[in-house]
């Protein structure tokens, strides 16, 4: 018998002042049972983090085609390409052929090895962003993880800001971008 997926209702409200972006997010997401609560959690991060009109999660692990997130225009035409943890970059190099932009949201334990490997020829290609989250951080989100999550973030001169209930918790992603 199959496991059931496990429901998550999400409460964001969004403050990134880099951006100018001020919104509350809604989501209700779906962990598939091979789905780590970490890979949850950055799906969250990325959604806020990355956030703009239009995007939405995809079906994620159960679609290998599609990415965690992606926004579509009129026309059907990916705009954003979104992936989280650590994917095989081949996927990555595919992909920003098919979409305006890629950005990946890296983290994970083995992220010290991926990035000696795969970064520099990432980062060296058009329309790829990879942005890299402390494990620490994720860490400290997936011990704190409950179903119904009730996040404030805020984003100013590249730092991250969350608090979660009475506790604030920050980190200053890494971001690299050709150009």
């Not at 520099?120 to 402390?134: A, M, P, R, Y």
């Amino acid at each position: 018998m199959a496991l059931p997926v496990t429901i998550y209702k999400a409460s964001i409200q969004l403050a990134d002042l880099d951006r100018g972006i001020y919104e509350t997010l809604q989501a209700t997401l779906a962990r598939h049972p091979s789905e780590t609560e970490e890979r949850l959690v950055g799906r969250l991060l990325a959604y806020a983090l990355l956030y703009e009109e239009g995007l939405m999660f995809t079906k994620g692990v159960c679609e290998g085609d599609e990415p965690d997130l992606w926004s579509k225009a009129p026309d059907d035409r990916i705009r954003s390409w979104i992936e989280v943890g650590l994917p095989d970059p081949e996927r990555l190099l595919k992909a920003r052929r098919h979409a305006d932009q890629v950005v990946l949201l890296a983290f994970g334990a083995k992220l010290p090895g991926w990035e000696r490997q795969h970064l520099d020829k990432l980062i060296n290609s058009s329309n790829i962003t990879v942005i890299i989250l402390e494990q620490e951080f994720i860490n400290q989100l997936v011990s704190r993880l409950k179903r119904t999550v009730s996040w404030s973030i805020t984003v100013t001169e590249g730092n991250l800001y969350l608090q979660d209930g009475a506790e604030t918790l920050e980190t200053s992603p890494t971001r690299y971008a050709q150009g």
